[in-house]
């Protein structure tokens, strides 16, 4: 079955960066296209972007973009979120997606603090 782990969140002072992963399995990753979110309390999941199967092209949210950058490695099976000149407003739980076995697949997800 499809399963996603998300890993690197943690505490990060304004202006810091960090880099999340998204360990893949139990689907052929280099297959699908893959997304990012986060979700913080009473709000819903705000997509930040999506980079396709091959990797190319990736694509992030207005709201994001510029700071944040997706990536792949087909050959690990592992997502990336590289994430730069954090702010406050962007603590909140990271999560990858996957739309595979015709529904729509979520890890536990990362939490990202980002506070002095």
């Known amino acids: 079955q499809v399963q996603l782990v998300e890993s690197g969140g943690g505490l990060v002072q304004p202006g810091g960066s960090l880099t999340l992963s998204c360990a893949a399995s139990g689907f052929t990753f280099s297959n699908y296209a893959m997304r990012w979110y986060r979700q913080t309390p009473g709000r819903e999941r705000e997509l930040l972007g999506r980079?396709?199967?091959?990797?190319?092209?990736?694509n992030t949210e207005d709201s994001v973009r510029g700071r944040f950058t997706i990536s792949r490695d087909n050959v690990k099976n592992t997502l990336y979120l590289q994430m730069s000149s954090l702010r406050p407003e962007d603590t909140a739980v990271y999560y990858c997606?996957?739309?595979?076995?015709?529904?729509?697949?979520y890890g536990q997800g990362t939490q990202v603090t980002v506070s002095s």
């Open positions: 997606n996957v739309y595979a076995d015709f529904r729509d697949n």
């Open positions: 980079i396709d199967a091959d990797g190319l092209s990736p």
